[in-house]
């Protein structure tokens, strides 16, 4: 048997998804002694961990001990370093894909390739770090490099480098063309474990940009063939992208992870089911000891302990602002309006057609005011002096935008111009609106009735509420886009008659959005004689690595 040859032949088809049929080989290979044998042993091995269950990855120690062998040993031990490197970063291990650099370092002397793999790691080290300045960069500079050697698998790498850097940097429309780009390649190049990654990465790009229904369609479409080392993070964003744990029996929560190996990715995922479960059913110690251990797991992925922080303060009005990250912060005091993270999608679809809110301000005498995601108000307990008020079932809700508007001011208040531009979106001219803002004033202060006094005074408004209170804000809803999307998907595909009739929306309104939607390549028309469907779809189909 020439080992290198059939190390390189099983390696390649492990990549690619297809080792049944090659059992007699591997059994082969595995039995002959000596460290080439033995090499790409290990290296089959590490790959077949992350495409199949039961395999192994190896650890850095087990990968040093070819540091000192030939050079076609070592080349061999730097793949299976190389594919450990990866399980690492799915795991959001930076300590064990420091080691293993550090061993790969060893092995890449005099090896083109090595060094390919090795800056790879290295880059995505970074990324773990928040260390992302340079990354655009050095994904410029490595794709160049795997288009030039004709390394497929260096190309994508690149490419969702760059992806994840512009993510973390707030650049969620460039991270989108990235990370569709990348994995149109992997579909196009067969590989397994790079078609894992990049979906996961498109997923990710996607629930940020706030299209949390296309995540969940991309992440349950790679969930049964990815091996139960993706699991953790897998379920991370499929949780963040709307998938609803089941708290009538406690165990289901961590069914999905339950063949998923004992590493961070895996642990935060767990804590994270728990965490949402526990404000969903108002256990405030419950959600407390999950959020513990997700801050603290989530805390070797630089850009997921952001995420994980927002919503930590997005659940609970008692994390301090200051904890926050910027984004996080300026949407609890009502700054923006644009859920931070691409968080709401865990709010999940809404009760009604008017009911789309997915934000409550929560408002108590002495305590400054705070926006929280409605899924967290089961979280402030059954303290029946709280006033709870309920979304009204008219469509624009001006008198819930001006309480909650006025309510997240405090006690500076807004003026009345002010107050009427968050409330109606156009300029306030006294000589032909004060009327309106009359009517206006006088609805809010008859909404909250004795749960809050509206004061106003000299061209100034001011809320005071008598004990807690929590409001709608009708402000922060989810987008006609996203709710048309579940929508179409629920359905199959759908008429612009029909969305309108779902959403309780104009048709004029349901045909502007469906335009945007195909604009964006969100959703596809499909015409069947005079009958016009729209069909979700994200165009992920094939790209060449272009070498």
């Given at each position: 048997?020439?080992v290198?040859?059939?190390?390189r032949?099983l ?20 039995e002959?002694?000596g460290?080439?044998a033995?090499a ?14 039961g395999?192994?990855?190896p ?6 001990r070819?540091?000192?062998?030939a ?8 793949i299976?370093c ?7 970063l799915?795991a ?6 420091a080691?293993?650099?550090?061993v790969?370092?060893t ?10 793999t ?12 928040g260390e ?6 050095e994904?410029?500079?490595l ?5 030039q ?13 760059r992806?994840?850097s ?7 429309e460039?991270a ?7 994995s149109?390649?992997?579909?196009t ?7 894992i ?6 997923a990710?790009?996607?629930r ?7 995540a ?5 479409a790679?969930g049964?063939f ?5 699991h ?5 964003e499929?949780?963040?992208?709307g ?13 999905g ?6 590493q ?8 994270l ?7 969903h059913v108002g ?6 000891g999950?959020?513990a ?15 994980a922080l927002?919503l ?5 009005p008692?994390?301090?602002l ?7 912060r ?18 999940g679809?809404?009760?009604g057609?008017?009911?789309?809110t997915?934000?409550s301000?929560?408002c108590?005498?002495?305590v ?7 899924v967290?108000v089961?979280?402030?307990g059954?303290?029946?002096?709280i006033?709870?008020?309920?979304r ?5 809700g001006?008198?819930?935008?001006a309480?909650a ?6 006690d500076?208040g807004?003026?009345d ?10 300029e306030?001219?006294p ?5 309106i ?10 909404r909250v009735?004795d ?8 061209g100034?408004?001011r809320?005071?509420?008598h ?19 579940r ?6 595909g ?7 009739q ?5 048709v ?5 959005a469906?335009?945007r ?16 469907q729209?069909?979700?779809e ?10």
């Amino acid at each position: 048997m020439d080992v290198e040859t059939t190390g390189r032949e099983l390696h390649e088809a492990v990549c690619r998804g297809a080792f049944r049929g090659l059992e007699s080989p591997w059994n082969a290979l595995r039995e002959l002694e000596g460290p080439h044998a033995a090499a790409w042993a290990l290296a089959v091995e590490a790959a077949r961990a992350l495409v199949e269950p039961g395999a192994i990855v190896p650890s850095p120690e087990a990968i040093a001990r070819f540091a000192s062998e030939a050079p076609d040993v070592r080349a061999a031990a730097a793949i299976a370093c190389a594919h450990a490197e990866r399980a690492a970063l799915v795991a959001w291990s930076e300590p064990t894909l420091a080691a293993l650099c550090a061993v790969h370092r060893t092995l890449a002397t005099g090896d083109a390739a090595a060094a390919r793999t090795l800056r790879r790691a290295e880059a995505w080290r970074q990324l773990l770090r928040g260390e992302v300045a340079a990354l655009e960069a050095e994904g410029k500079a490595l794709y160049a490099e795997g288009a030039q050697a004709q390394d497929a698998s260096i190309v994508i790498d690149a490419t969702l480098i760059r992806a994840m850097s512009a993510l973390t940097l707030g650049d969620v429309e460039g991270a989108t063309g990235l990370a569709r780009r990348a994995s149109r390649m992997a579909r196009t190049e067969g590989l397994r474990a790079e078609r894992i990654l990049a979906s996961l990465v498109l997923a990710r790009v996607r629930r940020r940009g706030g299209r949390p229904h296309l995540a969940t369609r991309i992440l349950a479409a790679i969930g049964p063939f990815a091996s139960p080392l993706w699991h953790g993070w897998l379920r991370w964003e499929r949780s963040l992208a709307g998938w609803r744990p089941v708290t009538e029996r406690g165990v289901e929560v961590d069914l999905g992870l339950v063949d998923a190996p004992d590493q961070p990715s895996t642990r935060a995922a767990r804590a994270l089911l728990r965490w949402l479960a526990g404000a969903h059913v108002g256990d405030r110690a419950a959600a407390e000891g999950a959020r513990a251990v997700v801050l603290a797991e989530a805390a070797g992925f630089a850009d997921i302990a952001t995420e994980a922080l927002a919503l930590a303060g997005a659940l609970d009005p008692s994390v301090g602002l200051d904890e926050l990250p910027e984004n996080a912060r300026a949407w609890a005091r009502g700054d923006v309006d644009e859920t931070p993270a691409g968080l709401h999608g865990i709010v999940g679809p809404p009760d009604g057609p008017a009911d789309s809110t997915i934000a409550s301000v929560v408002c108590r005498p002495g305590v400054p005011p705070r926006r929280i995601l409605r899924v967290a108000v089961p979280l402030l307990g059954d303290d029946a002096s709280i006033v709870r008020l309920e979304r009204t079932r008219l469509r624009r809700g001006r008198v819930d935008t001006a309480i909650a508007a006025l309510a997240l001011a405090g006690d500076e208040g807004l003026t009345d111009a002010t107050l009427f531009e968050k409330a109606y979106e156009f300029e306030f001219v006294p000589a032909l609106h004060a009327g309106i803002l009359d009517v206006l004033v006088h609805r809010m202060r008859a909404r909250v009735e004795d749960a809050a006094t509206v004061h106003r005074n000299a061209g100034r408004l001011r809320l005071e509420p008598h004990g807690g209170l929590v409001l709608p804000d009708p402000r922060c809803v989810e987008h006609v886009e996203d709710r048309l999307l579940r929508v179409i998907a629920r359905h199959g595909g759908i008429t612009t008659r029909q969305a309108a009739q779902e959403l309780d929306v104009s048709v004029r309104t349901a045909q502007l959005a469906l335009r945007r939607l195909l604009a964006s390549g969100d959703c596809v028309l499909n015409r069947d004689g005079r009958r016009v469907q729209y069909l979700v779809e994200d165009t992920t189909f094939t790209e060449p690595t272009r070498y």
